[in-house]
């Protein structure tokens, strides 16, 4: 089993800050590939940004968070981080941090689908508004 626990989440005005963390325990964590999702009130849940298991910890995004959020990885410590930044009230959900042992060369076609996930965490709340 890996367990994983986000934190970082809050109120922020548009246009300021937030840096989300996912920390794992349970297992060998440098396995895994490691996605953020978001889920709004009454929406499905969105594929935001995976990083890779592999040396180079290749990056993904979906389109509308692209130039303004960062996933990065400190594997000593177990953790990956999501850095927010020009946050817009759209942005407003619940993230959800998600891992799975997948290849990673299998990674670019399946990062941003739900189910292809093994372990997620609980969710923490980020509200973007003035």
């Known amino acids: 089993q890996l367990q994983l626990v986000e934190s970082g989440g809050g109120l922020v005005q548009p246009g300021g800050s937030l840096r989300l963390s996912c920390a794992a325990s349970?297992?060998?964590?440098?396995?895994?590939?490691i996605a953020w999702f978001r889920q709004g009130s009454g929406k499905e849940r969105e594929g935001v940004s995976c990083?890779?298991?592999?040396?180079?910890?290749?990056?993904y995004y979906t389109d509308s968070v692209k130039g303004r959020f960062t996933i990065s990885r400190d594997n000593a410590k177990n953790t990956v981080y999501l850095q927010m930044n020009s946050l817009k009230p759209e942005d407003t959900a619940v993230y959800y941090c998600?891992?799975?042992?997948?290849?990673?060369?299998?990674?670019?076609?399946?990062?941003?689908?739900?189910?292809?996930?093994?372990?997620w965490g609980q969710g923490t709340q980020v509200t973007v508004s003035s």
């Open positions: 990083i890779s298991s592999s040396d180079d910890s290749k990056t």
């Open positions: 349970g297992r060998t964590f440098d396995y895994y590939n």
């Open positions: 998600a891992a799975v042992a997948l290849d990673p060369s299998k990674l670019a076609g399946a990062w941003s689908t739900p189910r292809e996930y093994d372990y």
